[in-house]
């Protein structure tokens, strides 16, 4: 399989998108806009988050009031899963498509959401257009 547009499974087994790529207005602050630099998935409590392509673990890091990412590497592209609440694997393993990487984390309404970016090279892509419909 090939690394394909449209064609990636998601990364969780039941979830709908909850926050889309790119920019949007702050929900509080009139004439603040945020940025998304990929997609939130609102998902069932404890979810395991799953790779969405075969790759190399580059990273897994601790986001202070933000669970924890991780980075896969796919040849010139990038995966990144983020607001997790645990990690299952390490720096450094290789994973195939669909194998658990951790755990969804919550929102900041305390509700169950995963976050999912993808890069090639330092382009920012909308992973809306890679997953599966």
Same mark, same amino acid.
């Given at each position: 399989?090939?690394?394909?547009?449209?064609?990636?499974?998601?990364?969780?087994?039941?979830?709908?998108?909850?926050?889309?790529?790119?920019?949007?207005?702050?929900?509080?602050l009139? *004439?603040?806009?945020?940025?998304?630099? *990929?997609?939130?998935?609102?998902?069932?409590? $404890?979810?395991?988050?799953?790779?969405?392509?075969?790759?190399?673990?580059?990273?897994?890091?601790?986001?202070?009031?933000? *669970?924890?990412?991780?980075?896969?590497? /796919? $040849?010139?592209?990038?995966?990144?899963? $983020?607001?997790?609440?645990?990690?299952?694997?390490?720096?450094?393993?290789?994973?195939?498509?669909?194998?658990?990487?951790?755990?969804a984390?919550?929102?900041?309404?305390?509700?169950?959401?995963? /976050?999912?970016?993808?890069?090639?090279?330092?382009?920012?892509?909308?992973?809306?257009?890679?997953?599966?419909?």
């Amino acid at each position: 399989m090939l690394f394909r547009s449209g064609r990636l499974p998601w990364p969780v087994d039941k979830g709908v998108i909850s926050e889309t790529f790119g920019t949007h207005p702050h929900p509080v602050l009139k *004439g603040i806009s945020t940025y998304n630099n *990929g997609i939130d998935i609102a998902t069932s409590r $404890g979810a395991r988050v799953k790779s969405i392509f075969e790759g190399e673990v580059m990273g897994v890091v601790a986001i202070p009031g933000a *669970g924890s990412a991780i980075i896969l590497k /796919h $040849g010139t592209y990038l995966s990144v899963y $983020g607001n997790l609440a645990s990690v299952s694997v390490s720096k450094g393993q290789k994973v195939k498509t669909g194998a658990v990487l951790g755990s969804a984390g919550e929102n900041d309404e305390g509700q169950p959401e995963a /976050h999912l970016e993808i890069w090639q090279g330092k382009t920012k892509l909308n992973p809306s257009a890679w997953i599966a419909r």
